[in-house]
């Protein structure tokens, strides 16, 4: 028996709903301020699409990219708080890789001295073997992903600082400039690889098996072992490509500075890409997720982000009222509200019926 | 109304998507009786009871308690009013102790701070009228299952309760706990409660109960005396259908010269079990008997690859193979039915067609994904052939009966087409109707020469369809015998000669 048609209940059950509902209205708000915050256009010197709108997507592309990782981890039950710290690292080996020559105190200029192939590659790496490294704990050490990221959160930090000396290095390397601050055509290089992950991601959950065993092991790892699925395995890699996608906002983070910033790349990163992934409806119990609802809610920050930024509310109060609005949002979300309003519904069409 | 009529449910509806889960049921308790209620999985029971305890809204009819009308809208609610209900499942909390278990919420205080005195000697002196000698400091999770359904119990009873609902509580108990919840239930029955017994062993009902109600497909077929209904009876007025038509079972035909499926020559693990020996032909259903605890389950681990083998060896159609993990299994097409079903078994938040690809799928590995129209006709497949209750196959798995679970579970492992079958106490928990289909699905996956090992506690299931049955004690294999000329007092001497000899072997120490 499957309805056919319109279920008007069923949408106002779903959390992606209320978080679209959210994502428009606080749109809305930006709109009736001010007229001109949808309008887009195309910068006349360089060519490249800009706006606000363009704005929000474009910066909340490391957050988004790190959620869509964190999606899997907090799917399994888990969490990964090494996420930020992992941030640091990747921009602190690239920088220190494009500047071997740092020591000699050359002023920066546009020049990489280790290739650049090289200072892209090897953070990446790095920062998966720590993700795997994560997993590993998780799963063969037994660890609780909490304390297991925890040890990375804490050290990861500690690591980018000795990768530098302790020292921030600048770089003017052009094609380096090209992965945060360039653009493909009309589109920032950061929407690109964001939109690549997204869809590189999505393909692999939904078109291969892989989103059905995370599911199946966040619900229920024992019984998954019983039913052949090498649970720790999906945990190790679930860990690794979190690791992995830190590394990537870590190279986009530190091209946004054309610098490394281990003390300040990444900070609570993990905080919003959690949130992202709760405000996209996926449960912090594990199980069910959705990668869509993650973009969603990475969305939803970054526009309160802009909000507050574009409407010139005094810095001090910034987090404040972040906090706010996400209260609102994640109320909004509430299973009571959302009950209610599908029962609304459901009365409404049944009146309709008879 | 009769004065010794504690409750009475007149009428009660309620209406489910899609189906009447009650349809105008009527149900009385009196002071101071045992009332079982009965009926196959999805008669209506849970739903009848949740409505008495707030949890289901009714859409029609009324609930008298001591002559007023009430409508519980919460399980606290219905507490409050006096209706305390232990579920199947031990709703407390683990890591704390016993003392707290049964104060949790309604803590005694004393000058602003718990009074953990009185806490603890109240807790003392409920355990000792349950005739219960343990330490209430000690936390809950210290103890044995039963234990901590007794004390889930005397926190119902503690509660100050004129009813108390027991939901199936006699599942995870041995016969010597069974005996130990009858006197505690007698004893309050003394005292004048109505007691509400809800479960799915026939001879408790007969034991313990005064009257009984009996539901099916949600109306009520009828409430009788416990003298007015013979067993037979009362399973014919529980499924509808004659018990004979299904009960009527063949056991597997083996062929003499059948070729062996499985050998286990001397499989052991050390400090769990030591030693086995066993053999599987195709198309044969070997039984394995004997008490809790005493190797099954870790011998079917053993088969399965879910306990390392670290000794002997074992080999699948002449050819050793080497089960590191269930997946290895899997790929010899062994298949295994843990015996927890709500631990190792079911995957609670997924739907009934996830739940059944998924072995499948593991099999396959993720990077080659069963495509949505696959999935969709193997579940339906299997939903049609095993006869699983429900609308659709995106239904969660957490949302059927305990039998349909069981079917659901059946079909992950039949949807792999297994060479060997292991199933640890497939039938634990579920109703007489689903039983008996398990059983018959077995015995057909045998005609198609499959071999099954079929564990189980309940001896005349083991005897009706096994062919051969091992018997275990201690850890060991201590006999084999034929399923067709052996009895049930057969197995349970040999059980009881090993339990006697250890006793000999203690007293001469």
Request: with cysteine.
């Amino acid at each position: 028996m499957k309805k056919k048609g319109f279920d008007l209940s069923a949408l106002t059950r779903s959390k992606i709903t209320w978080a679209v509902v959210a994502e428009v209205l606080i749109l809305l708000v930006c709109f009736i301020i001010r007229p001109d915050f949808f309008s887009i256009s195309i910068q006349p010197t360089t060519g490249v699409l800009y706006g606000s709108l363009i704005d929000i997507v474009s910066r909340s592309a490391e957050i988004t990219i790190i959620a869509m990782g964190m999606t899997l981890a907090i799917a399994l039950g888990g969490t990964d708080l090494s996420v930020g710290a992992l941030v640091a690292v990747s921009g602190a080996m690239s920088l220190k890789l494009m500047r071997w020559d740092v020591l000699e105190y050359v002023t920066p200029g546009d020049y990489s001295v280790k290739p650049f192939w090289m200072a892209i590659l090897f953070p990446l790496i790095t920062c998966t073997l720590m993700g795997l490294f994560n997993g590993f704990l998780i799963s063969k050490g037994g660890m609780q992903p909490f304390i297991a990221t925890l040890i990375l959160m804490v050290s990861g930090r500690g690591i980018a600082q000795i990768l530098t000396d302790g020292k921030q290095f600048t770089t003017m390397y052009s094609p380096f400039r090209v992965i945060g601050q360039g653009n493909l055509g009309p589109i920032p290089m950061p929407i690109v690889i964001m939109a690549v992950v997204c869809i590189g991601m999505g393909l692999f959950v939904r078109k291969t098996a892989f989103g059905t065993f995370v599911e199946s092991v966040g619900v229920n790892r024992s019984a998954s072992r019983l039913s052949g699925i090498s649970a720790d395995a999906v945990i190790m890699i679930v860990y690794s490509l979190t690791g992995f996608l830190s590394g990537i906002a870590g190279l986009i983070y530190s091209s946004r500075i054309m610098s490394n910033d281990s003390n300040n790349a990444g900070i609570n990163y993990e905080m919003d890409a959690i949130l992202a992934v709760v405000i996209g409806g996926t449960a912090m119990t594990g199980g069910k997720f959705s990668l869509v609802g993650t973009l969603i809610g990475s969305l939803i920050i970054r526009t309160i982000v802009t909000f507050v930024y574009y409407f010139g509310i005094v810095a001090e109060a910034t987090m404040a009222f972040k906090a706010l609005i996400i209260a609102v949002v994640i109320i909004l979300q509430s299973e009571p509200v959302r009950e209610y309003f599908a029962r609304r519904s459901e009365r409404r069409a049944s009146l309709k019926k008879s | 109304m009769p004065a010794d009529i504690i409750l009475e449910m007149k009428e009660i509806e309620i209406q489910f998507p899609g189906v009447k889960a009650l349809d105008k049921v009527n149900f009385t308790l009196r002071k101071g009786e045992v009332h079982s209620l009965l009926g196959e999985n999805g008669a209506g029971k849970s739903t009848l009871i949740k409505c008495l305890t707030g949890v289901n809204h009714k859409d029609a009819g009324q609930i008298i308690l001591d002559g007023k009308e009430i409508n519980p809208t919460s399980p606290q609610q219905a507490m409050e009013l006096g209706i305390s209900t232990v579920f199947q499942e031990i709703n407390l909390c683990p890591n704390l102790t016993v003392a707290e278990n049964i104060f949790i919420g309604r803590q005694p205080m004393k000058r602003g701070a718990i009074d953990w005195k009185t806490i603890n000697r109240r807790a003392d002196e409920l355990m000792e009228r349950f005739h219960l000698d343990i330490d209430v400091t000690r936390p809950l999770s210290f103890y044995s299952t039963a234990i901590q359904q007794m004390v889930s119990i005397a926190r119902a009873v503690d509660v100050k309760a004129k009813i108390l609902i027991l939901d199936e509580p006699t599942s995870s108990l041995d016969d010597h706990e069974v005996q130990l919840l009858f006197e505690v239930m007698r004893d309050l029955r003394a005292e004048g409660m109505g007691i509400i017994f809800i479960t799915h062993f026939l001879d408790q009902v007969y034991e313990i109960s005064d009257r009984m109600t009996i539901l099916r497909n949600g109306h009520l077929i009828g409430s009788y005396g416990i003298g007015d209904l013979n067993k037979v009876q009362l399973v014919t007025e529980m499924i509808g259908k004659d018990i004979d038509v299904i009960f009527n079972l063949k056991r597997a035909d083996v062929k003499p010269d059948a070729p062996y499926m499985l050998e286990a020559e001397h499989i052991g693990v050390p400090g769990k079990v030591k030693d086995i020996s066993v053999n599987l032909k195709e198309g044969e259903l070997l039984g394995f008997a004997g008490l809790l605890g005493s190797g099954r389950t870790e011998t079917a681990e053993m088969l399965f690859g879910a306990e390392k083998v670290s000794q002997g060896t074992i080999k699948k159609k002449g050819t050793k193979i080497n089960l590191s993990n269930p997946h290895a299994a899997i790929m010899e097409k062994i298949a295994f039915c843990p015996e927890d079903r709500k631990v190792d078994g079911i995957i609670g938040d997924l739907s009934i067609r996830e739940n059944i690809m998924l072995a499948v799928q593991a099999r396959r590995g993720f990077l080659h994904p069963m495509s949505r129209s696959e999935q969709d006709k193997l579940a339906e497949k299997y939903i049609a052939a095993l006869g699983i209750a429900t609308p659709d196959a995106e239904k969660k798995i957490s949302e059927l009966s305990g039998g349909n679970q069981q079917k659901v579970i059946l079909a992950r492992w039949m949807a792999t087409e297994p060479d060997v079958l292991i199933l640890d106490e497939p039938t634990r928990g579920i109703d007489v109707g689903a039983k008996a289909e398990i059983q018959r699905l077995m015995l057909e996956m045998c005609k198609d020469g499959v071999s099954v090992v079929f564990i189980s506690s309940e001896l005349d299931e083991i005897i009706r369809c096994s062919n051969r049955i091992v018997i275990m004690r201690d850890r060991q294999k201590v006999a084999e015998v034929d399923g067709a000329t052996c009895t049930q007092q057969d197995i349970l001497n040999i059980i009881a000669e090993g339990a006697a000899a250890q006793k000999t072997e203690e007293a001469g120490v």
